[in-house]
């Protein structure tokens, strides 16, 4: 007899701020399943079904009815395309409900569509972003942010690990240690190894030209470089690099994304924007954001919740695919969209 291969544990998904893209690009994205996967959806029923009835006659979407929905009614309704308090309390107490599955055994993973910050602040829920409610829900210290994006025909993939997340750029010097970059090292290792048991990393620097010798900068020569090598040291195995003039070290990662090369299996960004445009520019609808440090697994597409074209069914479900589909993978036996 045949043994027959066991399905995979459902995954829960919040659905985002109800006045942007997550419903839809949520529903476009199942249905490039034949078959339904298991998920679990979590958000308001009645705005979700009005959402298909609105939006299908636009674009292929699944039918909500398909699956299993964790209903949280909206408390008023909601206008797409607006921020609002009350859309800002509803994917507050979505993406809640949906860890909380999480965290009780009844789901595998999460994924979370995108939510507006302004929303939740508008709400009373002072929070720079979702990483930052998911670790203290976790209760964990921090989490990582890390971005992977599986290049066009599978050869090779784009992981980028973010030493520090969402705070203003002036204050990235101060936050950034050799402490701090030892420690997401560590996290991105880890990570890495998911996929080869010897990897190699990439680390940018943090001025122009990595400091060019202490000329514009001197970060580099007074902790970074150090710290590395101390790292290396601990590490033999695994070749490190770094730090890269920033400008130039995602060159290679151009060449892996097009198949020319076998790029870094990944690169450590020290802050937001230094990581995030060159995953952009590459991958902006393959890319999933990645938190790493909580003691379960969460994805989301890279994008946010797109305002502008909100409620008009011209969104596309690619990144959120990929983001479902990792979820799928990491946490569990692959089932792809056919």
């Known amino acids: 007899m045949t043994p027959t291969k066991s399905r995979p544990e459902r995954i829960a998904i919040s659905l985002g701020d109800p006045a942007g893209i997550g419903a839809e690009v949520t529903l476009a994205a199942l249905a490039r399943w034949r078959q339904p996967p298991p998920v679990v959806l979590v958000g ?38 607006c ?19 999480v965290q009780q055994g009844s789901c ?9 910050k302004a929303s939740w602040h508008a709400a009373g829920h002072r929070y720079p972003g979702q990483t930052e409610r998911l670790a203290e829900l976790a209760g964990v210290e ?4 890390l971005f992977t994006a599986l290049a066009p025909g599978g050869h090779w ?36 190894q998911r996929f080869r048991p010897d990897p190699r990393l990439v680390v940018a620097g943090l001025n122009p030209h990595a400091g060019e010798a ?3 900068g001197r970060e580099e020569l007074d902790w970074l470089v150090p710290s590395l090598e101390r790292w290396r040291r601990r590490h033999p195995q695994v070749r490190l690099e770094g730090p890269l003039s920033p400008d130039s070290c ?8 097009r198949g ?25 609808d393959a890319a999933v954001n990645t938190t790493l440090g909580l003691p379960f697994l969460r994805t989301s597409p890279d994008h946010g919740t797109a305002f502008a074209i909100a409620g008009r069914g011209l969104a596309r479900p690619e990144s959120m695919v990929a983001a479902i589909t990792t979820a799928l993978e990491l946490s569990a036996p692959a089932l792809r969209p056919e």
């Not at 921020?83 to 599955?101: E, H, I, K, V, Y």
């Not at 595998?108 to 507006?116: E, G, H, R």
């Not at 921090?142 to 942010?145: I, L, N």
């Not at 995030?276 to 902006?284: N, Y």
Request: glycine letters at 4%; one cysteine or more.
């Open 157 to 192: 993939r784009l992981n980028t690990l973010l030493a520090t997340t969402h705070i203003p750029l002036a204050e990235v010097p101060s936050r950034l240690n050799a402490a701090l970059v030892e420690q997401q090292l560590e996290v991105l290792l880890s990570f890495c």
């Open 260 to 284: 020319a090369a076998q790029g870094p299996d990944g690169y450590l960004a020290l802050y937001h924007d230094q990581g995030l445009i060159p995953v952009k520019l590459l991958a902006f």
């Open 44 to 81: 308001c029923r009645r705005w979700l079904e009005q959402t298909y009835q609105t939006l299908r006659q636009h674009c292929d979407l699944a039918d909500p009815a398909a699956f299993a929905i964790l209903d949280r009614p909206l408390g008023a309704p909601i206008q797409p395309g």
């Open 83 to 101: 921020r609002d308090a009350n859309a800002g309390a509803a994917s507050f107490a979505w993406l809640s409900a949906a860890t909380a599955l």
């Open 250 to 257: 995602w060159l290679e990662a151009a060449a892996a994304w």
């Open 108 to 116: 595998s993973a999460l994924v979370t569509a995108p939510i507006a």
């Open 142 to 145: 921090t989490a990582s942010m």
């Open 214 to 216: 202490g000329q514009l």
